[in-house]
């Protein structure tokens, strides 16, 4: 196992070969990826063998706001170079949220129409912030979930196959190749090396199978895990069950290591903890991501574990996740701990 | 069958598929027990450890949302309408 340099937080800037932070830019486009990595330092304090540490790649600071924008940037490059998507073409995908808010964006920057097909339960925010880069928003039952929306998107197709380019985020391997491209070069170049366990939820699987493909190419000792919702029923948006759900193309179970399993309940615990003990707000995918890295960093004698945020608080402050935050206390992270 | 109970996609292992089942109780408590009577395992789900709803589970009774009315207590009768709603599922 790799072993942690205690200076690799201390490289120098010029050592980092992406524009940083004040960089100008032509396109908002320019302006995907090269996120933070932050070390979960105050939440895992004492809670840790010395030689383990926990950093969270900080994929809010995004300009569409979430990792999406990443396998977005590279699904429409893609579509464009290969002629499938052309001018006179709309945009159209199923999505709950985070992908269609990429897309709407990036649909935006290039002059393409947007088609967004999505349950109506998702967040009130989020169908805002669509509709705020001029996306059409076009809703499924919510009683069928994610998969509901990808069949309801599939009949829209059906009716007018000429009219729509559509990226099928859970069939393109642009997906996890933009992961593959970017997000597991920063990593790597981030920890200097040392990362020895890359932990991620899934949903499409893009973020774990791109960046856990790049991370073995450098190192094929490092541990790829996903963090998964416990049950079919849970209320981790943006994760998938497998199991229960449409398994997506791009997902190769066989790269995986291992899987953590997290309950709905212990993640959105999660988020208020690290709202509170960490100054960091986030939504629930990231707090699962949390949890399964403690669950795996307090396994180890040393390693350097790294987990993916897909993204900040802000667009979920009127969801469920927040139902009964002021019950929270130190305490009930403790039990959580206990349990791990 | 006195009560509809909409059931969500990821419940329905413990309805036999089932998307719409038929129940019977004076609050929506009552419905939950003759639920689990019928189909053990959909308290557990439905339900936390407090026997609170649980935070991601969204119940409607008659197009609204009983955190709104009298949460468990909300009282129910003949040929009202139950749905029962994850937070939210699946990939983005």
């Known amino acids: ?340 | 069958m006195p009560v509809r109970v909409r059931v969500p996609t990821p419940l329905r292992k413990f309805t036999a598929g089932a998307g719409e089942i038929g129940a019977a109780g004076a609050n929506l408590k009552d419905v939950i027990e003759d639920l689990e009577r019928n189909h053990p395992g959909l308290r557990e789900r439905l339900l936390d450890e407090n026997g609170q709803i649980r935070r991601f589970v969204n119940i409607y009774l008659n197009g609204d949302d009983v955190r709104f009315l009298d949460q468990l207590n909300s009282p129910v009768k003949d040929g009202d309408d139950i749905s029962i709603v994850p937070a939210i599922a699946g990939g983005r």
């Not at chain 1, 304090?45 to 706001?65: C, D, Q, S, T, Y």
């Not at chain 1, 003990?277 to 995918?285: A, Y």
């Open chain 1, 1 to 340: 196992m790799a072993t942690i340099s205690p200076s690799f937080l201390r490289l120098p800037a010029a050592a980092n070969p992406q524009p940083g932070p004040g960089a100008r830019a032509l396109s908002v486009l320019d302006l995907i990826g090269n996120t933070p990595l932050l070390e979960i330092s105050r939440l895992t304090a004492g809670l840790l063998r010395p030689g383990v540490r926990i950093f969270a790649k900080l994929e809010g600071f995004n300009p569409g706001g979430s990792v999406k924008d990443r396998a977005v940037r590279k699904m429409i490059e893609v579509g464009l170079a290969s002629g499938l998507l052309q001018p006179g073409k709309t945009i159209i995908d199923s999505t709950s949220g985070n992908t269609g808010i990429a897309l709407a964006m990036v649909g935006s920057a290039l002059g393409y129409p947007v088609e967004l097909v999505m349950a109506s339960n998702v967040s009130q925010e989020r169908k805002r912030i669509i509709a705020a880069f001029g996306a059409k928003v076009v809703f499924s039952d919510p009683l069928e979930g994610s998969d509901g929306a990808i069949l309801r998107c599939r009949e829209l197709i059906a009716r007018d196959p000429q009219r729509y380019f559509k990226p099928d985020q859970y069939n393109n391997e642009a997906n996890p190749q933009a992961h593959f491209e970017t997000t597991g070069p920063e990593i790597w170049h981030q920890t200097g090396g040392a990362i020895s366990h890359f932990i991620a939820g899934i949903g499409t699987s893009g973020t774990l199978m791109g960046t856990g493909r790049y991370l073995k190419t450098r190192d094929a000792a490092i541990q790829v895990i996903a963090a998964e919702p416990a049950d079919a029923m849970h209320g981790l948006e943006g994760l998938k069950h497998m199991a229960s759900s449409i398994v997506p193309g791009i997902y190769h179970e066989d790269q995986i290591d291992r899987k953590v399993p997290v309950e709905t309940e212990d993640a959105y615990d999660m988020v208020y903890a690290l709202g509170q003990v960490e100054g960091l707000l986030v939504g629930q995918s990231s707090g699962a991501a949390m949890v399964a890295a403690l669950k795996v960093a307090r396994e180890l004698r040393q390693g350097c574990v790294v987990t993916v945020f897909p993204d900040l608080g802000d667009k979920y402050l009127s969801t469920n996740l927040w139902i009964g935050w002021k019950a929270w206390t130190p305490l009930k992270l403790k039990r959580l701990l206990e349990k791990l």
